[in-house]
């Protein structure tokens, strides 16, 4: 017959704490690896998007013919062709080697410049103006676009929202960061799928 083994309340509680604690411990680096991978790529998808809004207005800058935006004029293909072959280039760039990383731009009115998730909803190199969004409603009632601008128009910065995910066409939480572009009527963004 096995001998019992006796084991005091005061053992059995320290064991059982120091179970929970491992895994609490666990789970807090589990889910620090998370947060600092989503840091991570927060802090990247912000420098490539200022690094963007950069390199397009100082294209569009570089543009003799670019109108006074200032005045509601709009620049077009026709007026800056350059920046229209990098606008097209950029519709195509994907950040972080992630497909579902993609970078939209959109105009002041709405209306989708480059969308480099669902390019059905953008200009074609600046021969038609692109789908206007400003209306459009996530499933929690806000109005996305006009959220985006704001943020843009505020200094840029983060804004979380419900977007179709061009994988699955599923709505899904999105955390953009956005930035309004000097020398353009325009916003760039890029976010990520959450």
């Known amino acids: 017959m096995p001998a019992k083994i006796q084991v005091s309340l005061h053992a059995f509680v320290i064991s059982i704490s120091i179970i929970v604690l491992s895994i609490l ?7 620090a690896t998370h947060i600092s991978s989503i840091l991570d ?3 990247s998808l912000e420098h490539n998007v200022n690094a963007l809004a950069l390199l397009i207005s100082e294209i569009a800058l570089q543009c003799a013919t670019v109108p006074d935006t200032t005045k509601g004029a709009i620049i077009n293909a026709q007026t800056c062709p350059a920046l229209y072959a990098v606008l097209n280039a950029v519709e195509h760039i994907h950040l972080l080697n992630d ?3 993609y ?3 959109i105009d002041m009115s709405g209306n989708q410049v480059v969308n480099g998730g669902s390019t059905s909803l953008a200009s074609k190199n ?3 103006p692109g789908l206007n969004t400003m209306n459009y409603t996530d499933t929690d009632g806000n109005k996305v676009v006009k959220m985006v601008l704001d943020r843009a128009q505020a200094g840029g910065g983060y804004v979380e929202y419900l977007w179709p995910d061009p994988v699955t066409n599923q709505c899904v939480k999105k955390l953009a960061y956005v930035k309004l572009v000097p020398n353009t009527p325009w916003v760039v963004g890029s976010g990520l799928y959450i």
């Open 25 to 31: 411990f666990w789970l807090f680096y589990k889910n």
């Open 99 to 101: 497909q579902k990383v």
């Open 126 to 128: 600046g021969s038609r």
């Open 41 to 43: 790529k927060k802090l």
């Open 103 to 105: 970078v939209f731009i």
